[in-house]
């Protein structure tokens, strides 16, 4: 399992809330993060911030992720 700081943790869950969402993954992440590349960021598998990652956790949660 990758590291709970790098984006390949989250990657699964966050690709199933945008499913759930309906929106376009450029949409989803200019709409909850502030940056239409967010999604393709994060499957290159950076190291995201505990601020990104509270973040992230709240997207998800939204979605029942």
């Keep these: ?9 989250y ?3 966050l690709t199933k ?3 759930a969402s309906g929106m376009t993954q450029t949409f ?3 709409f ?6 967010f999604l393709s960021r994060a499957r290159r598998g950076v190291r995201w911030q505990k601020k990104t990652i ?3 956790n709240k997207v ?3 979605y029942g992720q």
């Design 17 to 19: 809330a945008v499913t």
């Design 11 to 13: 990657i699964d869950r």
């Design 60 to 62: 998800l949660g939204e």
């Design 1 to 9: 399992m990758p590291d709970e700081k790098t984006s390949l943790a």
């Design 28 to 30: 989803f992440g200019m």
């Design 54 to 56: 509270e973040q992230v």
């Design 32 to 37: 909850h993060f502030k940056d239409p590349n």
